[in-house]
């Protein structure tokens, strides 16, 4: 069986289909179906990725969102218990989504749009609750929006110029 060759080279990350929407567009001999389908990728060790692919077919429509995933590929970051380090609210269009840290044991609490990328994120403890909008596709770049937005401890020290160890403790 022959693969393709986009397939081959990104095996390491695994996809999730969050919504497949039909669109018609009304021409004068009918109506066009067309479908979009919202992918969201990950590797579960801090890389995920949102791509929408836009097809006649939905086989199509998911390659092409998995596809535009791969390429729009960011790093995200967690602490020693795989939560987000401190708390903070993404937001994207009237979607917004309050990401909360959570102890060992927590789980990923989360809605399914937001479920899907912090699942492929590798966040393994975390609390979100969904705020403003529903609209899936809004709640899902929300979701990245807000994890690109997180500071680590590192990245705070450095813009202070302190160590690691004054920043966490005073």
Do not use: C, W
Not at 18 to 47: E, H, P, Q, S
Not at 90 to 113: D, H, N, Q, W
Not at 126 to 143: D, P
């Amino acid at each position: 069986m022959k693969r393709n060759n986009i397939d081959a080279e990104h095996d390491e990350f695994e996809d999730k289909v969050v919504t497949i929407k039909r669109v018609t567009k009304v021409v004068k001999g009918g109506r066009n179906f067309r479908f979009t389908a919202l992918v969201v990728v990950g590797d579960k060790k801090g890389r995920v990725g949102v791509g929408l692919g836009k097809a006649t077919e939905i086989p199509e429509a998911i390659r092409k969102g998995k596809e535009a995933a791969i390429k729009k590929m960011v790093d995200v970051s967690f602490d020693e218990n795989r939560s987000t380090p401190h708390d903070l609210i993404g937001k994207f269009g009237s979607a917004s989504v309050l990401l909360k840290r959570a102890p060992e044991g927590t789980g990923v609490i989360a809605g399914g749009p937001a479920r899907s990328v912090l699942e492929l994120a590798g966040y393994k403890n975390i609390r979100t609750k969904s705020l403003g909008s529903n609209n899936k596709q809004n709640v899902v770049l929300a979701t990245l929006e807000g994890l690109l937005k997180m500071k680590t401890p590192e990245g705070v020290a450095k813009a202070r110029g302190l160590s690691v160890e004054e920043v966490q403790h005073g």
